[in-house]
DNA sequence: CGCCTATTTGATCTGATTCAAACAATGTGG
DNA sequence: CCACATTGTTTGAATCAGATCAAATAGGCG
């Protein structure tokens, strides 16, 4: 019903989760040109060392930053949703630090920097609002330090999983206590510091503490509060503005 | 000989460091109204929870930036030198989710948030070059996230000692090879996510290997070239120009 | 149906933690 | 200037969480 929600749109949800947007705003997002394109699952948005000169938009599907060590090991620093754009640094850092990658077939909106750049000229505020949405990611890789540094497996996964469903909801995208998880457990393994055989055991764990059901590419939240707790997880470090939280 | 150096004088060699500044944005900087406080060891400059109207920058000493959990642990995410705006962030994001504070008696200029916005907007290139910043301060975290979760005790304190030497020496504040560093093997622990004891039998084999010689309170690298290898450091994530790289 | 990928299970091994105590360095007050 | 307290470093021994290795099972899908 209706015709499709300009590929924008979740970049609108998106900011507003974070600070509030005016409609002058919101018609000139809108009206953001970009190069929409279909990428396919397991591919390379962008990659360290190369000196990108768009910014991408995740529109749909899900993105990881991630760097591949020397041993051939692979860190995954943070997971992207619809209306992130995950390489936003790059209108100020030049050269890549580590890789941009789908991890499902994606729906991803390019807008050069010289665009962005005008944008933000033209609207300081939204500016700002990018500014601080590059500051919450750095809070999340904090948490993420603390995750893997200070909780236990347990402890970690279930962090994990509470994030997740947090930024989902607030981006719209929770079906009640239920989201899509299309991660596979060797994933979540490289995005924890854990073996993926670690991995399925904690989720196992938590699936027999009856806190989570998690099913073909989804996760089903049993006990909210309890997995809170066992995560020992706080939203604060999301800066989400109350209605996205509550959502 | 001669006058001391203004105390924003250490925030200039900062910021050249990651990018180019003009003559007049680096009087702009010197005329920055600041408060100079004194701090002692061991005391917080600013609170997780903290809603802080001002930004600080450390003119001398050593402060950073860590989290305490439930349990009681400390997560450490981050050192900061003389010259660095811990708290850059307060700007966008009214309220802090971590701490901030001294691991030495500290000068610290105080920066009200309304100067540092108005500044920002006379200086939009200065703007830029401290969102730049806070960039940088993210892939300092991924790279910690990096250390933490997939390297192993060894390498995880090689590592620190690297990042900690690169950036000392591109803010001219090493002696050769040797650089000033006061920081406990507790705290060390509580940086790399490891146990005390861990980090002092870490620091006897890399001194037993002859890569680093440290004795009260500093450091000296013996083999550069080794002590990188064994940390697998590349100081790429650090965004430094080339000048201040080679320092 | 058969191939490929993802999940699950079991057994073993190890890097790092924990606990406990000695030792060294530094500072403090009498 | 020394006794004492305090804080940081070092050492040893026991233990454990989680990694690793290996193999079985379960789903998707062409």
Redesign the interface.
Known sequence: MGSPPPPSQSLIVKLESIAPVSDEERQAIVALPMTVRDIREDHDIVRDQDRPSQCCLVIEGLAC?Y?V??GG?R?I?SFHIPGDIPDL?SL??D?M??NLGTLVPCRIGFIPHETARQFIRAHPRIG?IF??D??????V??????N????DSYQRVAHLLCELYVRLRAAGLANGRTYAMPITQAELADA??MSTVHVNRSLQKLRGDGLIRSGKRSVTIEDWDGLQAAG?FDP??L?LRPQALAA
């Open positions: 930053r760097k060590l020397p090991k860190q620093f640094q100020h850092l050269v630090d580590h700002d500014w601080r590059t500051l919450i990611d750095a809070g890789f904090r948490e993420w330090i603390t893997i540094a200070r909780r924890t510091g020992e604060t470090y800066h």
